[in-house]
């Protein structure tokens, strides 16, 4: 499963929690919490692979 499919998984299920619990219950936070750490992955790798393709 890629990094980009656990994200909007992520994404979708964050909303999902949102609209039950409100966007200030603990659900909401802690998956809101789940998927920041999903896109920091996900923008390490890209970034990493960009600053591999500049290298000399």
């Keep these: 499963m890629s990094i980009q499919y656990?994200?909007?998984l992520k994404r979708k299920e964050l909303l999902?929690?949102?609209n039950k619990?409100?966007?200030s219950s603990t659900?909401?936070?802690?998956?809101s919490e789940e998927l920041d750490k999903l896109i920091y992955t996900y923008?390490?790798?890209?970034a990493a692979k960009s600053?591999?393709?500049c290298r000399p």
């Design 51 to 53: 600053f591999e393709k």
């Design 27 to 31: 659900d909401t936070l802690r998956c």
């Design 6 to 8: 656990k994200i909007e």
């Design 21 to 23: 619990k409100g966007l």
């Design 43 to 46: 923008q390490e790798k890209v």
């Design 16 to 18: 999902n929690i949102a």
